[in-house]
């Protein structure tokens, strides 16, 4: 079976960081098994930005939804994609969806 662990990793040009699960055999992909660890990383305000993505919002629709700026929301979904192992905020949705993070499985008790 293999270990999963959060890699974390710094662009030394342009600042920028990204974070992922990683199993010991390199696959990014985070496996069903990761959704707990994952739900506990992804922070309310980001799966809500998440949700509204899902849901065909623009950076700036989302900012006045949830009252802040649009730079900010877009921080929250680069954060977000970074921790799913994913590049676009579509291919984030669709992650965050299967794991259960967002949509009908998140919103159940």
Do not use: Y
């Amino acid at each position: 079976m293999a270990s999963s662990f959060l890699a974390v990793w710094v662009d030394a040009v342009s600042g920028s960081f990204a974070m992922s699960i990683v199993d010991d055999r390199g696959d990014r992909s985070a496996s069903l098994a990761d959704a707990a660890r994952l739900a506990r990383l992804v922070t309310d305000r980001q799966r809500a930005c998440l949700e509204w993505a899902e849901k065909g919002k623009s950076a700036s629709d989302i900012s006045v939804i949830l009252g802040i700026s649009p730079r900010t929301v877009e921080g929250h979904l680069a954060k977000a994609c970074a921790l799913l192992g994913v590049r676009t905020r579509v291919q984030a949705v669709v992650r965050a969806r299967k794991l259960g993070l967002i949509g009908d499985a998140a919103d159940d008790p």
